[in-house]
């Protein structure tokens, strides 16, 4: 399962850009890969993992902006198509993490 964040933070003022800066940063620190500008993902093992992360994100969220979590399985993950100018870009998964029990 894939946890996908997505949002538009306000960056016009010092307080909102270190708003911003904090969520990214947070995102980063919780396993979030950047995979555009504004869109972050992180690969989780199992729905109960998910919603593990997507809590944490929900505690982190800046009082301002749009932000949107989707959930889509390893499946539909693999079905995206990615274009670059044009072209076709092979579908590049971040890292695996592996979870020791």
């Known amino acids: 399962m894939w946890v996908i964040v997505l949002f538009d933070?306000?960056?016009?003022?010092p307080y909102?850009?270190?708003?911003?800066a904090n969520f990214r940063k947070r995102l980063?620190?919780?396993g979030f890969t950047q995979f555009q500008f504004s869109i972050y993902?992180?690969?989780?093992?199992?729905?109960?993992?998910?919603?593990?992360?997507i809590r944490r994100v929900k505690a982190v969220m800046p009082p301002v902006g749009h932000i949107g979590?989707?959930?889509?399985t390893d499946k539909q993950f693999s079905q995206m198509e990615i274009f670059y100018q044009k072209?076709?870009?092979?579908?590049?998964t971040?890292?695996?993490q592996l979870e020791l029990f």
């Open 16 to 20: 909102e850009r270190k708003q911003y």
């Open 41 to 53: 993902l992180r690969h989780c093992p199992s729905r109960e993992n998910a919603e593990v992360h």
């Open 9 to 13: 933070l306000p960056t016009e003022t």
């Open 69 to 72: 979590i989707l959930c889509i």
């Open 87 to 92: 072209k076709e870009q092979k579908v590049h």
């Open 28 to 30: 980063l620190c919780d």
């Open 94 to 96: 971040p890292g695996q």
